[in-house]
């Protein structure tokens, strides 16, 4: 069972940045899927997060608007559409799978299923 966030990269303010989040051994489809991000030397933060269901919750106001998520469930993959990046949305970001609906606290500690991350670098 594992669970991978990939596609981060290097961007400029105001562009775009798409991330996929894959599993193996498992099928996202059953599960929430919440997308975490850890700016350098702070704390890992939730920032948004699709239900089972298609709904998304988000836990940071500053991705309203501008991070959208979908699945593919033919990929087994959640994809995280980023555009109009700022550089605070630089950070290691994360996906983790748990339960069929999102938390109303984003708490990394109470993912089931937690990968490992990829680095976003927005230059201003």
């Known amino acids: 069972v594992q669970l991978q966030a990939s596609g981060g990269g290097l961007a400029q303010a105001g562009g775009s940045l798409r991330l996929s989040c894959a599993a193996s051994?498992?099928?996202?489809?059953?599960?929430?899927i919440g997308w975490f991000r850890q700016a350098p030397g702070k704390e890992r933060e939730g920032v948004l997060c699709?239900?089972?269901?298609?709904?998304?919750?988000y836990y940071q106001d500053s991705a309203k608007g501008r991070f959208t998520l979908s699945r593919d469930n033919a990929k087994n993959t959640v994809f995280l559409e980023m555009k109009s990046l700022k550089s605070e949305d630089t950070g290691v970001y994360f996906c983790?799978?748990?339960?069929?609906?999102?938390?109303?606290?984003?708490?990394?500690?109470?993912?089931?299923?937690r990968g490992k991350g990829t680095l976003v670098t927005v230059s201003s």
């Open positions: 983790a799978a748990e339960g069929v609906r999102c938390s109303w606290t984003a708490d990394w500690n109470d993912m089931g299923y």
């Open positions: 051994g498992f099928s996202l489809e059953y599960y929430a």
């Open positions: 699709i239900s089972r269901g298609g709904s998304t919750t």
